[in-house]
């Protein structure tokens, strides 16, 4: 099965950028829709954002018009780029394909937004 290793995460203050990378063992070419979801501390997991394997995205309205999620099937790998960083965005984040079974989850990366 496909393992995920996301990357990328640190400390960051308020209205900066980070660049997350997620690398998967195997192909995922034939995972049409891979994601980003990301927790918070004594929260729940939630949805970030996701792109379908021909470009199209999707984002949580709490991030939209300041992340970018990307994707590379030839390399495999998902990347998403975050902008005008806020304190809520702060949790750890992880990739993995958007469907009704995941695959196992990594580790994570921890994104912390803090003054």
């Known amino acids: 099965q496909v393992q995920l290793v996301e990357s990328g995460g640190g400390l960051v203050q308020p209205g900066g950028s980070l660049r997350l990378s997620c690398a998967a063992s195997?192909?995922?070419?034939?995972?049409?829709?891979m994601g980003w979801y990301r927790q918070a501390p004594g929260k729940q997991r939630e949805f970030v954002a996701a792109i379908v394997t021909g470009g199209r995205t999707t984002y949580a309205d709490s991030v939209k018009g300041r992340f970018t999620i990307s994707r590379d099937n030839a390399k495999n790998t998902v990347a998403l780029q975050m902008n005008s960083l806020k304190p809520e965005d702060t949790g750890v984040y992880y990739c993995?394909?958007?469907?009704?079974?995941?695959?196992?989850w990594g580790q994570g990366t921890q994104v912390t937004v803090s003054s």
């Open positions: 993995n394909r958007v469907s009704l079974s995941f695959l196992p």
């Open positions: 195997g192909s995922i070419s034939s995972i049409n829709v």
